[in-house]
C-alpha cells in the first residue's frame, strides 16, 4: 500500500486519478481550500497552498511516496511546495501543460529537449499573486513553476506537460459547447487564418497516464499526449457527427490577428509522446476517443 498525496484535483481528470489511486489499494490524502469535499476513502486536508505556513502545518510529519500537484501554476507556488515536501515525499509530480512550449513552433512534434527548464529565468518579483495576470501568462507560469523543481539541490520531480484534453460529461471549459453553440446557430467558426495541428489526450488517458507516473521512478519533463494531432477541422466534424437531423454549413472566419475559437491555433502544438512510451506506457491514438469524448462532453446519447 502506497501513500499519495494529491494536491487540487477534486474535478475532471483530477478525481479520476483519485478514483484510480483508491481502487488500486492506495492510502489517498487530498489537500485543497475546502471549497469541494473530496470522494469518500481519502483524507482530507484543509490548507491555501499559497500560504506557506498553512501548508506546513496542514502536512505535518507526513511523509508520502509520490505527491500529484494538479494545481501547481507559479514559480511562487513552485517554491513553497518544494521548501515544504523536501524530506517528505519521494516523487513530486507536477501537472504542467504543452503551453510550456508556446515559444517553439515546428513542423515536427516537439521532444522534451526542446525545453530545459533548468535554464529558464525565474521572475519571482512578478505578479504571480494576481488571478488575471496568472491566466494571461499560463504557459510563462507552469514553464518558471517547471523551472523551480529543475534547479538547485536535486528534487525528485517529473513534470507531466500535459496535451489538451478532450471528453467526459464534467469538462466545464465549454470550449466544444462554443462550436456545437455556433455550428447550430448557422454563426461562423473564427480560426486561425493559419490553422495548425495540436496534440490531444483523452480525460481518462491523462488520469491513467498520472497514476501510471506515481509508480515509475523515472525524472524529469515527460509529454502526455495521444497519437494522432488534430486540426479544428477534425473536432468540428467529431462535433456535426453527434447530430441529428443535418445543421447548417459550417462557415470558417479565418482571422489575421484578434481573438479565434478553442482549439485553433496559430502555430503547432504537437508534441512526441516517445519519452513516455519509451518508459512504458502505450498512448491510444485521437482516433480511438475523439466521437465517444465529443458526445461524452456534449451529452449525446
Known amino acids: 500500500m502506497r501513500d499519495v498525496l494529491v494536491i487540487g484535483g477534486n474535478r475532471y481528470f483530477g478525481k479520476r486519478l483519485i478514483t484510480r489511486l483508491l481502487a488500486a489499494g492506495d492510502r489517498v490524502t487530498v489537500l485543497n481550500r475546502g471549497s469541494a469535499p473530496p470522494p469518500p476513502g481519502v483524507v482530507h486536508l484543509i490548507a491555501d497552498r499559497d500560504d506557506e505556513p498553512s501548508l506546513a502545518a496542514a502536512i505535518g510529519e507526513r511523509t508520502f511516496d509520490a505527491v500529484v500537484d494538479?494545481?501547481?501554476?507559479?514559480?511562487?507556488?513552485?517554491?513553497?511546495?518544494?521548501?515544504?515536501?523536501?524530506?517528505?515525499?519521494?516523487?513530486?509530480?507536477?501537472?504542467?501543460?504543452?503551453?510550456?512550449?508556446?515559444?517553439?513552433?515546428?513542423?515536427?512534434?516537439?521532444?522534451?529537449?526542446?525545453?530545459?527548464?533548468?535554464?529558464?529565468?525565474?521572475?519571482?518579483?512578478?505578479?504571480?499573486?494576481?488571478?488575471?495576470?496568472?491566466?494571461?501568462?499560463?504557459?510563462?507560469?507552469?514553464?518558471?513553476?517547471?523551472?523551480?523543481?529543475?534547479?538547485?539541490?536535486?528534487?525528485?520531480?517529473?513534470?507531466?506537460?500535459?496535451?489538451?484534453?478532450?471528453?467526459?460529461?464534467?469538462?466545464?471549459?465549454?470550449r466544444l459547447t462554443h462550436y456545437a453553440d455556433r455550428i447550430r446557430a448557422g454563426e461562423p467558426v473564427a480560426i486561425a487564418a493559419a490553422n495548425r495541428p495540436a496534440t490531444y489526450i483523452d480525460v481518462e488517458e491523462i488520469a491513467a497516464f498520472l497514476f501510471?507516473?506515481?509508480?515509475?521512478?523515472?525524472?524529469?519533463?515527460?509529454?502526455?499526449?495521444?497519437?494522432?494531432?488534430?486540426?479544428?477541422?477534425?473536432?468540428?466534424?467529431?462535433?456535426?457527427?453527434?447530430?441529428?437531423?443535418?445543421?447548417?454549413?459550417?462557415?470558417?472566419?479565418?482571422?489575421?490577428?484578434?481573438?479565434v475559437s478553442p482549439f485553433s491555433?496559430?502555430?503547432?502544438?504537437?508534441?512526441?509522446?516517445?519519452?513516455?512510451?519509451?518508459?512504458?506506457?502505450?498512448?491510444s491514438h485521437t482516433e480511438d476517443w475523439l466521437t465517444r469524448a465529443v458526445t461524452e462532453t456534449l451529452g449525446v446519447n
Not at 535554464?119 to 523551472?147: D, N, S
Not at 494531432?229 to 470558417?252: C, K, N, Q, S, W
Open 70 to 174: 494538479q494545481v501547481c501554476y507559479t514559480p511562487r507556488q513552485a517554491a513553497i511546495a518544494r521548501r515544504v515536501f523536501t524530506g517528505r515525499t519521494a516523487r513530486y509530480v507536477m501537472t504542467s501543460t504543452v503551453e510550456v512550449y508556446e515559444y517553439e513552433d515546428r513542423a515536427e512534434p516537439v521532444g522534451e529537449d526542446a525545453l530545459d527548464a533548468a535554464t529558464v529565468i525565474i521572475t519571482p518579483e512578478l505578479p504571480w499573486h494576481e488571478p488575471e495576470f496568472v491566466a494571461e501568462y499560463y504557459g510563462e507560469g507552469k514553464r518558471q513553476a517547471e523551472a523551480v523543481f529543475a534547479t538547485g539541490p536535486p528534487f525528485p520531480h517529473v513534470a507531466v506537460r500535459v496535451a489538451h484534453v478532450l471528453g467526459g460529461a464534467d469538462d466545464f471549459t465549454g
Open 265 to 283: 491555433f496559430a502555430r503547432s502544438y504537437a508534441m512526441d509522446n516517445a519519452r513516455a512510451e519509451s518508459l512504458g506506457f502505450t498512448f
Open 212 to 259: 501510471w507516473v506515481t509508480r515509475q521512478d523515472f525524472t524529469g519533463p515527460v509529454n502526455a499526449a495521444s497519437h494522432g494531432p488534430l486540426v479544428t477541422e477534425d473536432i468540428v466534424a467529431a462535433i456535426t457527427g453527434t447530430f441529428d437531423g443535418g445543421h447548417p454549413a459550417v462557415r470558417y472566419q479565418p482571422v489575421e490577428v484578434g481573438a
